[in-house]
């Protein structure tokens, strides 16, 4: 059983829980109703008003550290799922966007931290329950969405964060091996060319597999090859997706 921590405002539920990772238990969630500093992949922020569910869990010496953004994703696809209708057009977007209907509703940000033989992962998720088309258009987001608006169920704020919350941490018990399969089913990039975005440029590849540990295989000019998920962004030919 999780423990819950609910606060009204912090800069980052991430930061949060990384400054007292010592002194808290395994399993601690975190959740805020508006964070104003949070971060996602590379850098790009990831702030939260009312409608935005953040929240992090911190997991200790987790299994396959490598692969937790996966796991996460499909618990956060399950949960959804649930409390909106089992759409086939929920899915995600290599390595760490929950998509629905070409739409990014929710993102995963997993931070791992060393303490001598100990590692510590804080695993971050936000996702965008309410907020209406014409706050993604004034925030100039076109790409993202929410749950009401792409199924037209705002699920209770509570409910969807302990639902959440026990998913992934049933997840993260869980060996990639035994998931990998369902984690295929639901990935957007495969089968598709995609724009692999580095700091040495872009390339052109199709996106034809994910590996053991969570990379992205992939096929190019020169052949096949591995993409690692803390090093790129990756976007489809001509857009998002």
């Given at each position: ?33 508006i ?19 953040p ?20 618990a956060?696809?399950?949960v ?11 899915g ?9 209907a ?16 100990s ?9 965008n329950?309410?907020?209406s ?29 302990r639902?959440?919350?026990e ?25 598709k ?16 597999d ?22 790129v ?9």
């Open positions: 059983m999780a423990n819950f921590i609910f606060l009204k405002e912090t800069n980052s539920t991430n930061t949060y829980l990384k400054t007292r990772c010592k002194e808290l238990c395994d399993g601690t969630v975190v959740s805020a109703e964070q104003t500093a949070g971060r996602g992949r590379l850098g790009h922020g990831w702030s939260a008003n009312e409608g935005m569910l929240f992090s869990i911190l997991l200790k010496n987790p299994i396959e550290r490598e692969t937790l953004t996966a796991r996460a994703g499909l956060i696809c399950g959804i799922a649930d409390f909106c209708g089992n759409s086939p057009e929920i995600i977007k290599w390595p760490n966007d929950i998509i629905i070409n739409r990014k509703v929710c993102g995963i940000l997993c931070e791992s931290l060393c303490f001598g033989d590692v510590c992962v804080i695993c971050g998720v936000g996702i329950i309410s907020q088309e014409d706050y993604f258009l004034s925030e100039n987001l076109p790409h993202a969405g929410s749950l009401l608006t792409q199924t037209g169920i705002a699920p209770d704020r509570e409910e969807l964060l639902n959440a919350a998913r992934i941490i049933l997840r993260a018990k869980q060996p990639f091996s035994e998931c990998r399969g369902e984690y295929r089913k639901r990935l957007v990039n495969l089968g060319k995609v724009r692999i975005i580095s700091q040495n440029g872009e390339i052109t590849a199709t996106a034809e994910i590996s053991a540990n969570g990379f992205l295989v992939c096929r190019g000019e020169n052949g096949i090859f591995e993409v690692n998920s803390g090093e962004s990756v976007r489809g030919e001509n857009g998002y997706i």
